[in-house]
């Protein structure tokens, strides 16, 4: 009989949301791909109450609940992942009702004032009242993390919870003093770009109150980093005249790498300026300012030695923000990292050629251009001859081929296909898979691949872990402390 050496676990064979043969991800970093990728919103694949269902379930599997809330934190604090924690978060009010840790991570998965009420909502719309008492007591707790500004800020005067719903509910006892003022309707947002904005636009010469407005916003740095892209084009449009002061912002190296704000933000604001019809000089000015801002970013990015490839999936399920994303991600990979190719691969492939001192972002807009939009083959990452020591897959691993049977296109065979490469250019690579969508499927056994989630900076810290440590993203958030 084999003492040490046992037969291997064969792996769990499954259908992916494509039709094609895949292996399930174990519940831990299925669950993790889905809480640092799913903005809440519909995926090619699959609907956003789809992926509800399927966080519910993950959290249902044993030993899965505080994993699942160490998870929710992680996504929350880390990469600024809002709807999809706050759906674990309520979810985990059913279950973890006695357990010793509940209260602290309903304190500690707070990380806006909001957050507060986003939970409480969720919670009562589907399970209703009662709340569980750690829910409640977690969730007053976490009012003593904040200030009047901020409380202000997040009042949710209009939303179905608001603050106030939520200390009439939950009856914290601090702050006091800020908490007396708002249940009594003194206490108000003025000095927030919002309602500064909305106070100019009520005034009888509104385009000189909203240019004033900003002026004081902008030269006061009372406006974050997200709210700035978020309103340049208005900026442009109604006080041209700060918009030079609001690019320096934006460009601020210390503030782009404190920022939650995730990089497909800036491709977001440039697809937004470009929709000016004037100021054309205005509109350059901007976007080169933009193009900084994303090359600052770079500095986050570790150092790579070695050969690598970049494989980045032009396929038709990547279409919106996972081609955003992958091309961003890849553009950035390819000028950090001197000695890379750029492949860009569907139902066929091509290498892309890259000018190292072109900006990411003229970069990420031309493996866009590129894109073929088709089928997803896999395989095709590996047949070639080039050899290297890192291979970085960029998909939603959504494996399936026009015309070809699902099974052939599925896991397996990718398994040989890396077999055959690897005997043909004489290398064994690390292969980094990205599921950009966090579908839970695997192209390839998980002993063969770093699986990793999401776009942050963090990503890329921790792919360096993954050179020493397989299991990187789980001992991060196994880390999570509460």
Known sequence: MARFNKKGKNKTLTTNLAGGVAYSENPKLELASILLTSFANNQYYRSADNTFDRVIELLSMPDMQKFGAKASIYGRTKFGMRSISHVVAGELAKTVKGLSWAKRY????????????????????????????????????????????????????????????????????????????????????????????????????????????????????????????????????????????????????EKIKKSLVLPFRFTTAIQEIEKCGYAPKLVKQTIRALNRAVDISLDNVPDFEGRTLIAVDVSGSMEGKPLDIASLFGAILAKKIDDSDVLLFSDQKTFMTINPDDSTLSIANRIKEKAFMSGTDFHLIFQHNNAYDRIIILSDMQGWVKGGSPSYWGSYINSSTLTEYKKKTNCDPLIYSFDLQGYGTLQFPERNVYCLAGFSDKIFDVMKLLEQDKQALISEIEKVEF
């Open 106 to 253: 309903y304190d500690a998965v707070v990380y806006r004032p909001d957050d507060i009420t986003e939970i409480l909502s969720y919670y009562l719309n589907k399970y209703g009242k009662p709340l569980p008492n750690s829910l409640k007591k977690g969730l007053a707790k976490a009012f003593a993390k904040f200030n009047a500004y901020n409380i202000a800020k997040y009042r949710g005067e209009n939303k179905d919870i608001s603050l106030i719903d939520a200390v009439n509910l939950l009856h914290p006892k601090q702050p006091q003093d800020v908490l007396k003022k708002l249940m009594k309707g003194e206490l108000k947002s003025n000095e927030t770009w919002e309602s500064k904005l909305s106070d100019a636009g009520k005034s009888e010469n509104k385009e000189q109150a909203k240019a004033d407005a900003w002026k004081s916003l902008i030269a006061e740095k009372k406006i974050g980093l997200f709210a700035l892209l978020r309103n340049l084009r208005n900026i442009i449009e109604q006080a041209p005249d700060m918009l030079e002061q609001a690019l320096e912002q934006l460009t601020i190296k």
